[in-house]
C-alpha cells in the first residue's frame, strides 16, 4: 500500500473492539513473529500526563545515549506522530511497508476465522514491529485507553510501569469511580516491574494503585510533593527543583512539574536496572522535550495558547496554570466532545475569559457550536457560536489581551496549523 492508501486502511478499522481485552494483539504479534519478545518497555498509564512523561522520558533517554522508540497517542498534527525513534517522526514510506504487513497478517488471521481487529490493535503491532526492527534499546509505551484491556498491555518486558493522574474520563468503559477507573490503569502492572504514580493522585485513586502494586508484587514509588521547590520566574515559565534537579520544563503549569518528578523516578529506576542515565541528561532531556498542544504558548505578544486538554482534570490545570500567569479577560475558542463533561470543564476557565467563541471539532463524536454555546452561557454570559475554527479565530483574536485555544485535541490541531500555516 501507498501511504495514503495504508492511512485509509488502518482508519477504516473499528474503533472499540466488540470484545475488548489483549488476546486479539497477542494473536496478531504472534502472526508478525513476536516483536515486542525483542524490547524492553516503560509502559504509562493514567487519565492525565501520559503523553508529557512519554515525551519527556524518551528524551532523558535519548540524552544518556539511548536508541529509543516511543509510541505517544493521540497525535496532534500529523497519523506519524504516533511513532517515533530517537525523537522523530517515521517516515510515510516506511509506516506504509509495516501497515502493509499487519494488513497481510491480519489477512491471514481473518482466513482463519478471526476478524476482530480495531485501529489501536494495527498502530500498536506497527510499532512494536518497527522498533524491534530498529533494535532499540528502551521504548516508552504510552496506553492508549485504560490499561488492562489496552492493545499496548500485549508487551511482556516492562521494566518501570506509570500510573499518571487518575481521573473521571471514558467512565462507561473503565468505570465511575477513581477506584475503579485506578484498577484498570493498574492493568499494566508486571510482576516485579517498579510502578512509578503521579505524586498529587486524589487519595480514592492512590490507595487503589497501593493495593494493586502490592497484589502485582511491584515495588512502588511516590513522588514527594514537599520535595519539589517552585522557582520564580516568567509567566508560563517552568523552573523547579525536585530533589536536587534543576528542571527547565518546557511545559507550563504545576500538573507539569509533578510530571517531570514521574519521569526523574522512572530515570532512577531504570539506573537500578542496568541502565546509565547521568543527572546531566536527565536535566537535559527535560529540558529539551517537545509536545505540541500541552498548554502551548505560540506568542506571548498578544498571548496566544493552544491546548488540547480535553476533560475536566485537563481543563483544571489550564485554569490553575491561567491562575498563576495572572491573566484574565481572555478570548477561548472552545471545542468539545460529547461525553467529556462540558459544562464542568467550561465552569473551571470561564473566570479567566471575557467570551467564549465555540465550535465543532472535526469529530462525529463532537458537540456542535450552538449545543456548546448553551451549555456555555450557564458560566459565561458573552458566547458566540461560530460556523468554523478560522472564523472563531478571527473574531476572537481581536482582543488584545489574549487568545486561547482548548477543549479538544483535534481543535487544537486545526487551530495549530491555521496558526502557524
Known amino acids: 500500500m501507498h501511504y495514503e492508501e495504508a492511512l485509509a486502511w488502518v482508519h477504516s478499522l473499528p474503533r472499540l473492539a466488540a470484545h475488548p481485552g489483549i488476546e486479539n494483539t497477542r494473536r496478531l504479534l504472534a502472526e508478525l513473529g513476536n516483536p515486542e519478545k525483542k524490547l524492553k518497555f516503560v509502559h504509562i498509564a493514567g487519565t492525565n500526563g501520559k503523553g508529557s512523561v512519554t515525551v519527556m522520558l524518551a528524551s532523558v533517554l535519548r540524552a544518556a545515549g539511548y536508541h529509543v522508540g516511543a509510541s505517544v497517542s493521540p497525535y496532534v498534527l500529523d497519523f506519524r506522530e504516533r511513532f517515533q525513534l530517537d525523537g522523530a517522526m517515521i517516515g510515510s514510506g516506511t509506516l506504509a511497508a509495516l501497515l502493509t504487513e499487519v494488513r497481510a497478517a491480519a489477512g491471514r488471521l481473518a482466513a482463519g476465522g478471526w476478524d476482530s481487529l480495531v485501529e489501536f490493535d494495527a498502530v ?82 492512590l490507595d487503589e494503585i497501593v493495593l494493586r502494586t502490592e497484589k502485582a508484587g511491584c515495588p512502588l514509588v511516590v513522588p514527594e510533593c514537599a520535595d519539589l521547590r517552585i522557582y520564580k520566574s516568567r509567566p508560563f515559565e517552568n523552573r523547579v527543583n ?130 456548546l454555546a448553551a451549555l456555555a452561557r450557564k458560566t459565561c454570559p458573552h458566547v458566540i457560536p461560530c460556523a468554523d475554527t478560522a472564523e472563531a479565530l478571527r473574531l476572537a483574536r481581536q482582543n488584545p489581551a489574549g487568545t486561547v485555544v482548548c477543549g479538544s485535541l483535534y481543535l487544537a490541531a486545526e487551530a495549530r496549523a491555521l496558526l502557524l500555516g
Not at 485537563?314 to 491562575?323: F, I, K, M, Q, W
Open 124 to 205: 500498536t503491532a506497527a510499532a512494536l514491529l518497527w522498533f524491534a526492527r530498529e533494535k532499540c534499546d528502551i521504548v516508552c509505551l504510552e496506553v492508549g485507553l485504560g490499561g488492562r484491556l489496552d492493545s499496548t498491555n500485549a508487551i511482556e518486558n516492562t521494566l518501570v510501569s506509570c500510573v499518571m493522574r487518575i481521573g473521571k474520563d471514558h467512565t462507561e468503559l473503565l468505570g465511575d469511580t477513581l477506584s475503579a477507573i485506578a484498577a484498570e490503569k493498574c492493568g499494566i502492572l508486571k510482576n516485579g516491574c517498579t510502578a512509578v504514580t503521579y505524586p498529587a493522585q486524589p487519595r480514592e485513586a
Open 242 to 371: 525536585y530533589g536536587g534537579y534543576d528542571l527547565n520544563i518546557p511545559f507550563p503549569g504545576i500538573h507539569q512539574a509533578y510530571n517531570a518528578s514521574v519521569v526523574v523516578h522512572v530515570a532512577l529506576s531504570l539506573c537500578e536496572k542496568g541502565f546509565d542515565i547521568p543527572d546531566e541528561a536527565i536535566m537535559e532531556g527535560i529540558a529539551s522535550a517537545r509536545f505540541p498542544a500541552r498548554i502551548e504558548v505560540l506568542s506571548r505578544a498578544p498571548l496566544l495558547i493552544v491546548d488540547g486538554a480535553h476533560n475536566p482534570d485537563g481543563a483544571r490545570a489550564l485554569a490553575d496554570t491561567l491562575r498563576a500567569a495572572r491573566v484574565k479577560g481572555l478570548s477561548a475558542v472552545v471545542g468539545i466532545l460529547k461525553g467529556k463533561h462540558p459544562e464542568t470543564m467550561i465552569s473551571a476557565l470561564s473566570p479567566f475569559f471575557a467570551e467564549i467563541y465555540t465550535v465543532r471539532p472535526d469529530s462525529p463524536r463532537a458537540l456542535s457550536a450552538d449545543e
